[in-house]
């Protein structure tokens, strides 16, 4: 693969820049009906409302007031675990993924499902299927059994998936785990080609392919 270059960035290389004092920065905390003080992942729905979700529950934020989520117990209706982990929005639904396993709520419906899922540690989406990754491997979403199953298209078990890409310019799903970035092209094997501990993905609007890692910078492949 042709230019392969890392960039490692540096928090006060962007504190530095003169332009930040020009921005103004609005604080939403618990104080204005935040569930909890740490937002660990944030997604905007089709009616352009904002998810924010937290250690303790799930928000949602429509510009004037905040919505708050929570399991209640024997509710089989609601949300499944407090600590939400990563989010998707997808088809009027948003999917939250949980250390108890993965809710979905309707947009429309304002109820969840609950899809109970051991070791579950985040949710992705992925050339309009939903997938769940867990330490026992990928799980995918079957809309006619309505039900996550079993996915060994990309890996055999026990790799815990933590991001997901596609690049449609020449159909290449691109897979993080902790042990490293895999590229699948053509529904051909795994084939590993950054030896990285990988945190996050992002396939920009050139199809040029982000990876956050932990602890080793941010890798960038150009011309992917």
């Known amino acids: 693969m042709r230019g392969l270059s890392c ?7 962007f504190c530095s820049v003169t332009v930040s004092s020009a921005l103004n920065f609005r604080k939403i905390s618990v104080q204005h009906g935040l569930s909890q003080i740490s937002a660990t992942t944030i997604v905007q729905d089709e009616l352009n ?29 609601s949300l499944l675990g407090a600590h939400i982990m990563t989010m ?11 250390h108890e396993g993965v809710s979905c709520l309707g947009l ?5 499902e609950q899809y109970p899922i051991r070791g ?10 939903i997938y769940a990754s867990t330490t026992n491997g990928l799980m995918r979403f079957d ?25 449609q310019s020449n ?17 051909g094997e795994a084939r590993k080609v950054l030896s990285v501990n990988v945190s996050t993905l992002l396939i920009d609007s050139k199809q040029q392919v982000w990876v956050g890692t932990y602890n080793q910078g941010l890798f ?5």
């Open 220 to 224: 960038h492949l150009d011309g992917a």
């Open 143 to 167: 809309d006619s059994l309505a039900q996550f199953v079993p996915d060994s298209y990309f890996f055999k078990p026990a790799i815990t998936v933590t991001a997901l890409g596609y690049s």
């Open 7 to 13: 960039f490692i960035i540096s928090i006060l290389v």
């Open 49 to 77: 409302r904002i998810w924010i979700g937290t250690r303790d529950g799930l928000n949602v934020y429509d510009g004037e007031r905040i919505l708050t989520y929570r399991p209640e117990k024997g509710n089989k209706r």
């Open 108 to 112: 429309y419906t304002n109820s969840f």
């Open 120 to 129: 579950v540690n985040g949710v992705f989406l992925l050339k309009d299927t």
């Open 88 to 98: 998707v929005s997808h088809k009027h639904h948003i999917w939250v993924s949980t």
């Open 171 to 187: 159909q290449t799903v691109w897979v993080g785990t902790h042990e490293g970035l895999y590229a699948v092209a053509n529904q």
